[in-house]
Nanobody
């Protein structure tokens, strides 16, 4: 599967952004999809993930209640709605995919994801 993220930009603190990740290739519905981010000088960190079952999601504590991940299997896309953005959310955001079976737990480390898209930059100013 190939992934392409879009939707980043420069916003003010408190604003919202919606990131999109378009996938190409077969069997999109069989992948757990996730968003990670990497700020300058920092390691890549988990943000959110959605299982093959769209109702099963997981969030980093730092974004819980502000961000929402969703997927549209018909469109082969995953989204990250980011609300109440903070300067510390500034980073390059990456989407990632991991082929999974239904009973798999959602993984939150970058090494456990097989496919990555190029990132999209989100800059939040105070």
């Amino acid at each position: 599967v190939q992934l392409q993220a879009s939707g980043g930009g420069s916003v003010q603190a408190g604003d919202s952004l919606r990131l999109s990740c378009a996938a190409t290739g077969p069997s999109f519905s069989r992948y757990v999809m996730a968003w990670f981010r990497q700020a300058p000088g920092n390691e890549r960190e988990f943000v959110a993930a959605v299982h093959r079952n769209p109702s099963s999601t997981n969030y980093a504590d730092s974004v819980k209640d502000r961000f929402a991940i969703s997927r549209d299997n018909a469109k082969k896309a995953v989204y990250l709605q980011m609300n109440s953005l903070k300067p510390e959310d500034t980073a390059v955001y990456f989407c990632a995919a991991r082929p999974s079976i239904l009973t798999d737990a959602i993984r939150i480390t970058p090494a456990e994801y097989n496919y990555w898209g190029l990132g999209t930059l989100v800059t939040v100013s105070s």
